[in-house]
């Protein structure tokens, strides 16, 4: 069940084979409403309300398990994921750390689709990646910092858009970014496949509490080697034993994390990235996934 534009959650649950529920609405307050009404008249069986609009749109009815995919910020989040948990089964986030800030709640990792395990195939590369919004929260401005202390010839090779970042975050990142010069590359939207085959390592330099870390978790399925910073969920995701963890918004230990990982040998890459891979396989693949949500039903009584 999703609103009907913009139309690319229905799309995809039809390609997938899942029945999809067209909620007809002219805006978020609309939505609101006819969600409710549907839930009221029209539901059977558990609800899983993916995110905070949802679960505030279906508050107070039974047989709902709430998921919040990113901690409430500010005050009016904050009142309104209050409320939408009111009679939930139970409210699920991402990852332990997340929980600990989500009182009440449990850790309920996400997983990815499998991709395709990169094989080198000669020299590695020097070049250093990154994935995702492209603003200051994700630690991009650091990240070019950290590049001028990087041999020179190593490109900064970027995937992703500055979409819902505001002007002033733009512009910080912007300047950070030009003083690089032709040693930034951007690729806009890319699959994760296409960026990780491009780079030698891909890095994740978040400076916010981060609920999970999606893409860090597409590079272990891919066995790219990568770093993270330490914020929110992301050594959580990567696991107690991975050795390229940099402090969050530390630029000059960014660049030495970054600069020992590139300088690793073959052997110690393909330890890392083989432990990452069995990692994801047991944690966040989509068996995993599948079997997590299993365990869920089973202990809330409704599988």
């Known amino acids: 069940m999703s609103a009907d534009q913009p139309s690319e959650v229905l799309d995809s649950a039809a390609a997938a084979g899942a029945d999809a529920v067209a909620i007809r609405s002219d805006g978020r307050r609309d939505y609101l409403?006819?969600?409710?009404?549907?839930?009221?008249?029209?539901?059977?069986?558990?609800?899983?309300?993916?995110?905070?609009?949802?679960?505030?749109?279906?508050?107070?009815?039974?047989?709902?398990?709430?998921?919040?995919?990113?901690?409430?910020?500010?005050?009016?989040?904050?009142?309104?994921?209050?409320?939408?948990?009111?009679?939930?089964?139970?409210?699920?986030?991402?990852?332990?750390?997340?929980?600990?800030?989500?009182?009440?709640?449990?850790?309920?990792?996400?997983?990815?689709?499998?991709?395709p395990v990169l094989v080198g195939d000669g020299a590695r590369s020097q070049d250093v990646g990154y994935?995702?919004?492209?603003?200051?929260?994700?630690?991009?401005?650091?990240?070019?910092?950290?590049?001028?202390?990087?041999?020179?010839?190593?490109?900064?090779?970027?995937?992703?858009?500055?979409r819902y970042v505001s002007d002033e975050d733009l512009r910080a990142v912007e300047e950070d970014l030009t003083r690089l010069g032709p040693r930034v590359v951007r690729l806009g939207h890319v699959t994760p496949a296409d960026l990780f085959a491009q780079v030698g390592v891909v890095v994740f330099p978040s400076v916010w509490p981060e609920p999970f870390g999606l893409v860090a978790?597409?590079?272990?399925?891919?066995?790219?080697?990568?770093?993270?910073?330490?914020?929110?969920?992301?050594?959580?995701?990567?696991?107690?034993?991975?050795?390229?963890?940099?402090?969050?918004?530390?630029?000059?230990?960014?660049?030495?994390?970054?600069?020992?990982?590139?300088?690793?040998?073959?052997?110690?890459?393909?330890?890392v990235t083989d432990r990452a891979r069995q990692r994801w396989e047991d944690e966040f693949s989509p068996r995993a996934g599948r079997m997590r949500v299993e365990r869920l039903l089973t202990d809330l009584g409704v599988g």
């Open 33 to 115: 409403r006819a969600l409710r009404a549907w839930d009221r008249d029209a539901r059977r069986g558990i609800l899983w309300c993916h995110g905070l609009v949802p679960s505030l749109a279906t508050s107070g009815h039974p047989d709902r398990i709430v998921h919040l995919h990113q901690d409430p910020r500010g005050r009016a989040q904050r009142l309104a994921a209050a409320v939408a948990r009111r009679g939930a089964l139970a409210t699920l986030v991402p990852s332990s750390d997340m929980s600990r800030r989500i009182r009440g709640s449990r850790s309920h990792a996400n997983w990815t689709a499998e991709l």
């Open 217 to 271: 978790a597409e590079a272990m399925a891919a066995g790219v080697p990568y770093v993270v910073s330490d914020a929110g969920a992301l050594p959580e995701v990567a696991g107690p034993e991975h050795p390229w963890v940099a402090r969050a918004g530390d630029v000059d230990d960014l660049a030495a994390v970054v600069t020992r990982a590139l300088a690793a040998t073959p052997e110690e890459v393909r330890l």
């Open 131 to 162: 994935l995702g919004r492209i603003s200051t929260d994700k630690g991009v401005d650091v990240l070019a910092r950290a590049m001028k202390h990087l041999e020179p010839t190593a490109r900064l090779v970027l995937g992703g858009d500055s």
